[in-house]
T-cell receptor, first 112, second 114 residues
């Protein structure tokens, strides 16, 4: 069972920031938050991950609440190519017993 | 460019056929994975290989047989499949002890069983 809850769909205007929420209220202390996305019929693409500090890379920013029970993925300037299903995953890295479990994700639509 | 390639990209087979899916990673990783994605369903982990050893089999039917001859190649041998096995089959790799164990996915093989 997925350990995260995400809205099934969202939309955002092109050029605006897309903020995708994720709830992970049962996250344990050694579990990281990962975000992937899947553009239609392609393999999932890694976006970003974090433990407790906010993280930023060339694709996105990840904001994790202080209690770690939720997080937000921010795409600062959404483009049409960002239309995809976004998955929020929590797991312990380096652990063969900790699977990547993909839930249903959030289908993000970017409108022109 | 993900560094993980899969062939073929599309495959149509009958229920009595035997076919194989191939995955190759060019990232120097030491773990490889097979996932299945059926229509309108989340990705399902099928098999995990760490350092060429199978470490996980998620109750996958025996008509799916994985093979990992080295850390760069992963195969999925298919025989006597059912129409419900039609799906997108995705391969992934990761460097255990690397970048937080991030998995990198290939483009997938779209399998149709007639």
């Amino acid at each position: 069972d997925a350990k995260t809850t995400q809205p099934p769909s969202m939309d955002c205007a092109e050029g605006r920031a897309a903020n995708l929420p994720c709830n992970h209220s049962t996250i344990s202390g050694n579990e990281y938050v990962y975000w992937y996305r899947q553009i239609h019929s392609q393999g999932p693409q890694y976006i970003i991950h974090g433990l407790k500090n906010n993280e930023t890379n060339e694709m996105a920013s990840l904001i994790i609440t202080e209690d770690r029970k939720s997080s937000t993925l921010i795409l600062p300037h959404a483009t049409l190519r960002d239309t995809a299903v976004y998955y929020c995953i929590v797991r312990v890295p380096y652990s063969s017993a900790s699977k990547i479990i993909f839930g249903s994700g959030t289908r993000l639509s970017i409108r022109p | 460019e993900t560094g993980v390639t899969q062939t073929p990209r599309h495959l149509v087979m009958g229920m009595t056929n035997k076919k194989s899916l191939k995955c190759e990673q060019h990232l120097g990783h030491n773990a490889m994975y097979w996932y299945k994605q059926s229509a309108k369903k989340p990705l399902e982990l099928m098999f995990v290989y760490n350092f060429k050893e199978q470490t996980e089999n998620n109750s996958v039917p025996s008509r799916f047989s994985p093979e990992c001859p080295n850390s760069s190649h992963l195969f999925l041998h298919l025989h006597t499949l059912q129409p419900e096995d039609s799906a997108l089959y995705l391969c992934a790799s990761s460097q255990v002890r690397g970048r937080a164990d991030t998995q990198y996915f290939g483009p997938g093989t779209r399998l149709t069983v007639l």
